[in-house]
């Protein structure tokens, strides 16, 4: 009996049929890697949200974007609350030592360079912006400079819109055309407001949703250091003042966007929003 062997034709086709096999499988196989990024990002956020409303409870207010003690930003001082003190011990009492990468702040679609720096992934809601005749911050969002704006708690958030559709913190960092990631340990010595001219490279500002221009809307891929980005596609990954998270697409209007960004909407009524007033929420515009 003669040998049965492929013919060229044959072997041919069964690597066109693997070919095609494995452009079918290789998306969905990235598509559930990112699932499961975006799912742990969101968890982040979570206890990033759960942190802040214990720290609330515990002092009475939020944390600002500026401190005391040491001008420090709120993810130093919301690190007892994430179950770091012995960190926060040592940033406390002036003690020299290299510091650490904390998981919990960084978003495993926009990884750091090196996981030996303090880098942070997340953002807290500074508010619409400055002021254009004196440069300084409208005092609209939630993280305050505690040091000349005083002190916000979540019952003031309440009396507004709600803690439901107030922002607390989002994503910023890590796509295309952005500046490497913020650091944690930033001390703010001097006010953010100082650098009306702001720039993507600005270390004081790459730790903050800012929003100086509301006649723009979210977009993750533009180099702009004020607005939420990631490397999720088509939005980011957002917490509101009372624990949810939802994920905040980047079509969402520039009009939507400032009303979330401040806890009483009728503070945005004198910002020119594309000339369209302030409209009431819809609740499918961000989710």
Request: proline fraction near 6%; include cysteine; glycine fraction near 10%.
């Amino acid at each position: 009996m003669p040998k049965r062997a492929f013919t060229l034709v044959e072997l041919l086709v069964v690597i066109a049929i693997i070919g095609t096999l494995m452009g079918l499988l290789l998306p969905a196989v990235q598509s559930s890697r990112e699932a499961g990024r975006r799912i742990t990002c969101a968890n982040n956020l979570s206890q990033l949200g759960k942190a802040t409303v214990s720290y609330e409870g515990q002092r009475g207010s939020l944390p600002g974007w500026r401190n005391i003690p040491a001008s420090y930003s709120w993810p130093v001082l919301l690190l007892p609350n994430l179950e770091r003190r012995d960190i926060y011990r040592l940033l406390e009492t002036g003690t020299s030592f290299v510091h650490p990468y904390i998981d919990i702040l960084n978003c495993p679609s926009s990884p750091p360079d090196s996981t030996s720096s303090p880098s942070l992934a997340y953002a807290g809601n500074c508010g619409t912006g400055v002021t254009t005749t004196t440069g300084t911050f409208k005092g609209d969002g939630v993280m305050l400079d505690t040091l000349t704006q005083g002190k916000l708690n979540l019952d003031s958030i309440s009396g507004g819109d709600g803690t439901a559709t107030t922002l607390l913190f989002s994503e910023r960092g890590g796509a295309t055309g952005m500046p490497t990631l913020a650091s944690w340990d930033v001390q703010i010595v001097t006010p953010i407001a100082a650098a009306v001219t702001l720039t993507s490279n600005n270390v004081n500002m790459t730790g903050f949703v800012f929003f100086a221009t509301p006649t723009k809307s979210i977009n993750p891929a533009a180099a702009d250091a004020r607005l939420p980005s990631s490397n999720h596609p088509s939005g980011v990954g957002a917490l509101f003042c009372d624990g949810h998270v939802i994920f905040l697409k980047d079509n969402i209007s520039s009009q939507v966007y400032c009303q979330l960004m401040t806890s009483d909407s009728t503070k945005i009524s004198t910002v020119a929003i594309a000339g369209q007033g302030v409209n009431p929420l819809n609740e499918g515009d961000f989710k």
